[in-house]
């Protein structure tokens, strides 16, 4: 079955075959860059028909530039630590802490070993 969209008829999407998801520092950054084995790798990888995905810490606009420094297209973003899912180019999922929250969370006290870095 074909589905149109703006006019023209398109194939549905086939199924992915596998997804792989992959950190970004010290897995596939290594001091600061990709290996070209890794990228022709990634690149044949998709061309098989597999999912591609990064899961980090960095943010998302960090994240689809390494991917066309890559030469290919990510099906997942999983990125901010987790705050923020993004698929097929949509932002599925953001949630980011509350100031609030996360100042009660730095307030360690001296009972945990720590100093706390409050002005109460």
């Not at 001091?31 to 899961?55: H, P």
């Not at 960095?58 to 899912?85: H, K, Q, S, Y």
């Not at 609030?100 to 706390?116: D, F, P």
């Amino acid at each position: 079955m074909e589905r149109k969209e703006k006019g023209k008829a398109q194939k549905p999407q086939e199924p992915l075959k596998r997804l792989l998801l992959c950190d970004v520092d010290g897995t596939l950054l290594i001091d600061g860059s990709v290996r070209e084995e890794d990228a022709r790798w990634l690149q044949r990888w998709k061309e098989a028909g597999n999912g591609f995905g990064l899961v980090t810490g960095r943010g998302e606009a960090f994240c689809r530039e390494l991917c066309r420094e890559l030469g290919v297209e990510p099906d997942v973003l999983i990125t901010d630590n987790g705050a923020e899912v993004w698929m097929e180019n949509r932002c599925l999922h953001r949630e980011w802490l509350p100031a609030a929250q996360v100042a009660r969370k730095l307030c360690v006290q001296t009972a945990c070993g720590l100093r706390s870095v409050c002005r109460l």
